[in-house]
């Protein structure tokens, strides 16, 4: 588990704070918000016993995608120092790797899991879960653009507010010929170096992101119930965020059965008590 500090408050015990289980893909969109000028975006969210569930648009599930970003990952990575990249095995969409992270923002402790591409290191890790290995480890993104992107404001700040959630401090992009060929050296770019060359503010991102979760959390206060679901769009044309409510078990539910029993029995995650 890798661990963000974004923002804490001393003052607060642990167990007083909201918890927020998501993943980094919905983060990195509501982060995002303020900027976005292009796409309208939903998010589901669910309460229960005082912590929020939220999960993204599930429409584009089922919607084949393009390759060319594994691919280029595949010809950067090997399975270890001494081994060069294996390029010969087809690329498969329905493998990933995933890494759970924690960080803290004001009076919330946000779980998420993200897609982790791989590290930077002189010996191969021979057993992937020790976690205090791992946590030694320098994790490193690859990126793949057109050399002509003319969105590369946007661009960039998907790819810092990315990197920045999975405590990454280095990205190497490959820019992309007319012809779909990386022609020109890898280049390496430090994430801390990014919002000095761009007009956008990761204080903004941050600022709404906290406001977004005080809001909901007001808003679904009286709430207990792991299968109602609050979905939020997220309009371009007008900046405005609607939401609408599915009361019960619905298609819009997203928490598994599994998980729901799980929580039922008592799990240990759950730690805070619900008072309203």
């Not at 653009?145 to 507010?161: G, P, Q, S």
Request: glycine share 4%; with cysteine.
């Amino acid at each position: 588990m890798s661990s963000v500090e974004v923002s804490s408050t001393s003052t607060l015990n642990y167990h007083k704070r909201s918890a927020i289980y998501t993943g980094r893909r919905v983060l990195t969109k509501i982060m995002q918000w303020c900027y976005e000028k292009k796409f309208d975006f939903h998010v589901l969210v669910s309460r229960y016993n005082g912590n929020l569930y939220m999960a993204g648009d599930r429409s584009w599930e089922g919607i084949p995608s393009n390759v060319h970003h594994k691919r280029f990952e595949q010809l950067l990575f090997a399975d270890s120092p001494e081994k060069p990249p294996n390029c010969d095995e087809p690329i498969n969409e329905n493998i990933t790797q995933s890494v759970l992270h924690r960080c803290k923002l004001g009076n919330y402790e946000i779980l998420y899991a993200g897609e982790a591409q791989g590290i930077i290191s002189e010996e191969k890790i021979e057993n992937l879960d020790d976690m205090e290995a791992l946590d030694k480890c320098r994790f490193v993104f690859t990126k793949q653009l057109w050399a002509n992107v003319k969105d590369k404001e946007n661009k960039f700040l998907t790819y810092w507010i990315q990197s920045y959630l999975s405590a990454i401090d280095d990205i190497y992009v490959g820019y992309k010929s007319f012809g779909g060929f990386v022609e020109t050296p890898i280049e390496c770019m430090k994430i801390s170096d990014m919002p000095r060359k761009y007009s956008w503010d990761p204080a903004v991102c941050f600022g709404f992101l906290n406001y977004f979760l005080e809001q909901v959390e007001q808003l679904m206060s009286k709430v207990n119930c792991l299968h109602t679901v609050y979905e939020f769009t997220f309009r371009v044309r007008d900046k405005a965020t609607v939401y609408e409510i599915y009361e019960g078990n619905s298609d819009k539910s997203f928490i598994p059965q599994f998980y729901a029993d799980f929580v039922a029995r008592g799990s240990p995650m759950e730690t805070n008590d619900e008072t309203n």
